[in-house]
T-cell receptor, first 113, second 113 residues
Framework: DVKVTQSSRYLVKRTGEKVFLECVQDMDHENMFWYRQDPGLGLRLIYFSYDVKMKEKGDIPEGYSVSREKKERFSLILESASTNQTSMYLC????????????FGEGSWLTVV | GENVEQHPSTLSVQEGDSAVIKCTYSDSASNYFPWYKQELGKRPQLIIDIRSNVGEKKDQRIAVTLNKTAKHFSLHITETQPEDSAVYFCAASSKNTGNQFYFGTGTSLTVIP
């Protein structure tokens, strides 16, 4: 079974703090994604990466950055957390070939106070 | 880029009845259409998918249909059970967009016992 692991399930951070969300996958997937999930808005893509050290902006990259130093690990960084970044963050991965399933991690619930 | 619209946003059915969720997409190059089920507090999980060279696919009580000409696809759940209650997301993916996945905004299905 594919395993996508998000190290932090629940976090509470203060406004202005730097936040790291880590994601690791064990299936040698080329593609990795970070989504944000909010009620009524579905899953919105923040950033994705199709290879080590490569990154592409998604639909809502403002206020976020990412890092992919190793194939299995994709990190989401909030340089200066704000209350409007309180949300559920989902990491996902897939093979690079067309028509391959995307697998999700368990999610990280971030509250910024 | 791709735009995926999903309807309805909420759906309530009596146990044993059928449920239908519809999605439309805008990019004619999209060729892979997965459906995900997300139970409360859990990760989205793939329940069925369809590729553009197929018009219909069935797996026990779940079926998906695809109309490429009209650019819409639908999820059909028959003989619904309380454990089918969840949020369902449709998605579309295309090699043209780097195999990004574009998600609908979700349908909250409630099956009333």
């Amino acid at each position: 079974d594919v395993k996508v692991t998000q190290s932090s399930r629940y976090l509470v951070k203060r406004t202005g703090e730097k936040v790291f969300l880590e994601c690791v996958q064990d299936m040698d997937h080329e593609n990795m994604f970070w989504y944000r999930q909010d009620p009524g808005l579905g899953l919105r893509l923040i950033y994705f990466s199709y290879d080590v050290k490569m990154k592409e902006k998604g639909d809502i990259p403002e206020g976020y950055s990412v890092s992919r130093e190793k194939k299995e690990r994709f990190s989401l960084i909030l340089e200066s957390a704000s209350t409007n970044q309180t949300s559920m963050y989902l990491c996902a991965s897939s093979h690079s070939s067309s028509g391959n399933t995307i697998y999700f991690g368990e999610g990280s619930w971030l509250t910024v106070v | 880029g791709e735009n995926v619209e999903q309807h309805p946003s909420t759906l309530s059915v009596q146990e044993g009845d059928s449920a239908v969720i519809k999605c439309t997409y805008s990019d004619s190059a999209s060729n892979y259409f997965p459906w995900y089920k997300q139970e409360l507090g859990k990760r989205p999980q793939l329940i069925i998918d369809i590729r553009s060279n197929v018009g219909e696919k069935k797996d026990q009580r779940i079926a998906v249909t695809l109309n490429k000409t009209a650019k819409h696809f639908s999820l059909h759940i028959t003989e619904t059970q309380p454990e089918d209650s969840a949020v369902y997301f449709c998605a579309a993916s295309s090699k043209n967009t780097g195999n990004q996945f574009y998600f609908g905004t979700g349908t909250s299905l409630t099956v009333i016992p």
